[in-house]
């Protein structure tokens, strides 16, 4: 809680916006696909994606509530791998590894900007099972 001495207007939680637009595409291929005899299967292929935002950002700045400030823009191409591995009763293991490569730029409305680029890794290895229940629904939940 702040002091009682601050006058009202400076009695304001930090506060940070973005309003803009997040879209992406990615396409994929399944290059090996094995049905094994007990009765598991596995996947293994690979993706090409293409990512963006763009949009305005603000927030209590300058003595301002919600103000706007600027503006970011920010693309990445990338490629991955993914192998899934389903078990014989539902079961599944999906590994995924990306690699991308970033631009963008950001600038204020006060006239201050930078460009920016860099490249990125990720991994994720995701589990689950699913529940079937006799109406034909499936419940699927799995955890990353």
Excluded: C, K
């Excluded at 973005?18 to 094994?36: E, N, V």
């Excluded at 990512?51 to 509530?65: A, C, D, K, Q």
């Excluded at 950001?106 to 229940?133: M, Q």
Aim: hydrophobic share 35%; aromatic share 12%; net charge negative.
């Amino acid at each position: 809680m702040a002091p009682a001495s601050l006058p009202a207007p400076f009695l304001f939680a930090n506060s940070h916006s973005f309003s803009g637009d997040l879209w992406g595409l990615q396409a994929g291929q399944d290059l090996i696909g094995a049905l094994h005899d007990d009765g598991s299967q596995d996947r293994v292929g690979l993706f090409d994606a293409y990512t963006g935002t763009s949009g305005s950002n603000g927030g209590n700045t300058l003595g301002r509530l919600q103000f706007e400030v600027g503006s970011i823009d920010l693309h990445a191409s990338s490629i991955g791998a993914y192998w899934t591995h389903i078990g014989e009763d539902g079961w599944y293991v999906d590994s995924i590894g990306m690699y991308s490569w970033l631009d963008g730029g950001l600038s204020s409305d006060r006239g201050i900007g930078a460009d920016t680029s860099g490249n990125s890794v990720a991994f994720s290895v995701e589990a689950g099972y699913p529940f079937r229940f006799d109406n034909g629904w499936m419940l699927g939940p799995g955890s990353m």
